[in-house]
C-alpha cells in the first residue's frame, strides 16, 4: 500500500508490540520498507538497555527514537492553547502530562543518547515543549541530539524563530492544512490561524522541516502533501488561493522536506534521501516531472515504480 504511493521509509510511532512483528518480518524477509521504530517516551530506559543489549538494527530496521505526547488535537478541542478557543470562555485544551514528567523522561532519555520526538499542537504545548527541549539541552550539554516536535501546527509568533535557534526540528504533515483549513477559524479565530501550519515562517527563520503524512489519520501520499505544502487549497475547495497562502512553500521545498528532510529527522541522511553515490538506491519513479506542471495537477501524478535497496518493490500495471 504504501509502496504504490511512493514511501520507502517510514518513522512509525508504535509500541513494543509494533516492533517485535516488525522485527519478526524483517526475520522473514517480508519487510520491504525501511522503518525507524519509534517507542513510547515514558519507557526511555527500556530503550536504552535494548540499545545497550542489542544496538540500534539494521538499515531496513532501525530504533533509538521515542515519541511522546503533549497536548490532545485540534478537532477534539483537546489541544493546549494559551488562550480559549472561540467562543468557549476558560476552555484552553490540556495537557495529557505534566511538564515536570515530560522534563524528566526527556531529560533521562537525551542523557541515554536517546532521540525525543513528542506530540504538540496546541501554543501553549508547542511552547511548554519548547521549554522543556531547551532546559535539558543546557543541562546535558551540547551534542547532537535531534529534538523534534511532531506537527507542531499552531505556534505562537514568538515561538516561530525558537526552532531554529534550539534546532528543533518541526516535523509536520502539510495535509492537514487542506483538511483542518475547513473549518479552523471557527475555533481558534483568524489571527492564531495566520501562523497554522507555518512552513514559510519556519523555513525563513532557518528551522529544520521534516515532512510526513500522520497515516492512519491523513493519506500516506508524499505527492498529496506536496501538492498541499505548495498551494493550500483546502479539501472543500473554498480557497483556491490557498489558506493562509503566506504560507505555501516552493516544490523543491516540500520535495527536501519528504526526503533529505526527513532522513535527517531519522539519523539517515548519509544513507537515505537524496540520489547520492555510496548511498543506498531507494527511488520513485513518476510518469511525469511534477516541476514542468501547475501546482494544481500534481495531486494527479502518479508512481510508476519504487525501489528500496536497489529493488523493484512496486511496479504499476500499464492501464
Not at 525525543?116 to 539541552?137: E, S, T
Not at 490561524?193 to 525563513?204: M, N, P
Not at 493519506?219 to 472543500?236: E, H, I, W
Not at 526527513?262 to 513518476?286: F, R
Request: proline share 4%; charged share 25%; no cysteine.
Amino acid at each position: 500500500y504504501l509502496s504504490a504511493r511512493g514511501v520507502t521509509a517510514v518513522h512509525h510511532m508504535g509500541s513494543w508490540e509494533d516492533l517485535a512483528a516488525l522485527r519478526l518480518a524483517e526475520a522473514r524477509r517480508l519487510l520491504n520498507i525501511r522503518v525507524y521504530a519509534l517507542t513510547p517516551l515514558p519507557e526511555w530506559k527500556r530503550l536504552a538497555d535494548e540499545i545497550e543489549l542489542a544496538g540500534r538494527g539494521t538499515t531496513m530496521l532501525r530504533i533509538g527514537g521515542l515519541k511522546g505526547f503533549v497536548d490532545g488535537s485540534l478537532g477534539s478541542r483537546t489541544a493546549a492553547f494559551l488562550t480559549p478557543f472561540e467562543g468557549a470562555e476558560g476552555d484552553r485544551g490540556l495537557l495529557v502530562n505534566s511538564a515536570d514528567d515530560l522534563y524528566a523522561w526527556t531529560k533521562g532519555a537525551d542523557a541515554a543518547g536517546l532521540q525525543v520526538a513528542v506530540h504538540a499542537i496546541g501554543d501553549r504545548a508547542i511552547r511548554l515543549q519548547l521549554d522543556v527541549f531547551q532546559r535539558v539541552a543546557e543541562e546535558n550539554g551540547p551534542r547532537d541530539r535531534r529534538f523534534r516536535i511532531e506537527h507542531a501546527q499552531h505556534i505562537h509568533p514568538k515561538d516561530i524563530e525558537r526552532f531554529a535557534e534550539l534546532d528543533v526540528i518541526a516535523s509536520v504533515q502539510p495535509y492537514h492544512a487542506i483538511d483542518d483549513g475547513r473549518w479552523a477559524e471557527a475555533v481558534i479565530g483568524r489571527q492564531r490561524s495566520q501562523t497554522t501550519y507555518a512552513f514559510r515562517s519556519l523555513l525563513d527563520s532557518g528551522a529544520r522541516l521534516a515532512l510526513g503524512s500522520d497515516w492512519f489519520v491523513a493519506p500516506p501520499a508524499p505527492l498529496a502533501g506536496m501538492y498541499a505544502a505548495v498551494t493550500r487549497r483546502t479539501l472543500d475547495g473554498k480557497h483556491p488561493d490557498g489558506w493562509v497562502p503566506s504560507e505555501k512553500i516552493s516544490l523543491e521545498e516540500a520535495m527536501r522536506g519528504y526526503t533529505i528532510g526527513a532522513a535527517y529527522a531519522g539519523w539517515m541522511e548519509s544513507e537515505i534521501g537524496s540520489l547520492t553515490p555510496g548511498k543506498q538506491a531507494d527511488l520513485v519513479i513518476l510518469d511525469r516531472d511534477p516541476f514542468t506542471m501547475p501546482a494544481d495537477q500534481l495531486r494527479d501524478v502518479r508512481v510508476v515504480r519504487t525501489i528500496v535497496a536497489g529493488v523493484t518493490v512496486f511496479e504499476r500495471q500499464r492501464d
